[in-house]
């Protein structure tokens, strides 16, 4: 058994070297596998535009069982 205790056997996966929160790297998964930065940029993309399309909006409206009237939290 190999035990490289690494999580890609050709260090195609880094460890990171930016702290900032918009400039953090993840693995690029295409073609070619890369680290790249701006994972909260990509990260919001997708839970702004493809999941709403996916899934619809997201938490689904609150039934009205009350009749109409206003709900305080």
């Given at each position: ?24 790297e993840y693995l ?46």
């Amino acid at each position: 058994m190999l035990n490289s205790s690494k999580p890609t056997l050709d260090n195609s996966w880094q460890p990171t070297t930016s702290i900032g929160i918009t400039e953090q790297e993840y693995l690029q998964i295409n073609v070619e596998t890369q680290m790249a930065k701006g994972f909260r940029s990509t990260d919001q993309l997708l839970w702004n535009k493809a999941l709403p399309a996916i899934i619809g909006t997201w938490p689904p409206e609150m039934p009205d069982y009350n009749n109409g009237s206003i709900v305080e939290f």
